[in-house]
């Protein structure tokens, strides 16, 4: 069964430092995985996706994710954060066309001014 | 707005109250989804349904009824609920449930907050 870790409830960064957001997943086949970030009383919006080529994937607001398959794992990075960046981020991978997404619990990203 | 409209944003419900929470769809999509968010667990993939026909059910409990009548309209008809079932509920949608590719992006709505008394 395919299933993805978010190894941290918390991350906190300093306005225009570096960011990285973890992600590990498990899967039997290739996997198809995605960002996705939550801001106060909305919904998940999409960030971003790895289906197959280049690993390093590129998506919204200057976020950009490297899949890795040896480490099995597809953290979130940007290289300069914003205050607006703080929110609630979401890995989420499926294995085959037709299986629903399995999502991590979040992690909550803090951006301190 | 992102076309996945859910209503009520707010819903208090004491355990013998029947109430449904409605989503609805303005993207022509033709999958729809319900998740349960609760604090620092993963997302619960409750429901999904394709072209109006329900392809998932996740071991959720009786006392929530899912229904769609058509593919832009999707509610949860909720019955009896537990203290325990407090959660923010998510309605998605998605092009289709599957492609050759598995690249379908959910559209989210803002959810509805159950609180049960």
């Known amino acids: 069964a395919q299933s993805v870790a978010q190894p941290e409830d918390q991350v906190n960064v300093a306005e225009g430092n570096p960011l990285t957001v973890k992600c590990t997943y498990s899967?039997?086949?290739?996997?198809?995985l995605f960002w996705y970030v939550q801001y106060p009383n909305r919904g998940l919006q999409f960030l971003l996706k790895?289906?197959?080529?280049?690993?390093l994937v590129k998506g919204s607001y200057g976020f950009e994710a490297e899949f890795n398959k040896s480490q099995t794992s597809f953290h979130l990075k940007k290289p300069s954060a914003l205050v607006s960046d703080s929110a609630l981020y979401f890995c989420a991978v499926r294995d085959k066309g037709n299986t629903p997404l399995v999502f991590g619990k979040g992690t909550r990203l803090s951006v301190i001014a | 707005e992102t076309g996945v409209t859910q209503t009520p944003r707010h819903l208090v419900m004491g355990m013998t109250n029947k109430k449904s929470l409605k989503c609805e769809q303005h993207?022509?999509?033709?999958?729809m989804y319900w998740y349960k968010q609760s604090a620092k667990k993963p997302l619960e993939l409750m429901f999904v349904?394709?072209?109006?026909?329900?392809?998932e059910n996740n071991s959720v409990p009786s006392r929530f009824s899912p229904e769609c009548p058509n593919s832009s309209h999707l509610f949860l008809h909720l019955h009896t609920l537990q203290p325990e079932d407090s959660a923010l509920y998510l309605c998605?949608?998605?092009?289709?449930?599957?492609?050759?590719?598995?690249?379908?992006?959910?559209?989210f709505g803002a959810g509805s907050r159950l609180t049960v008394l």
């Open positions: 998605a949608s998605s092009q289709e449930l599957g492609s050759l590719s598995g690249a379908n992006v959910l559209t």
């Open positions: 790895y289906i197959t080529g280049d690993n």
């Open positions: 349904y394709s072209l109006e026909e329900r392809v």
């Open positions: 899967v039997s086949g290739n996997p198809y």
């Open positions: 993207l022509g999509h033709n999958a």
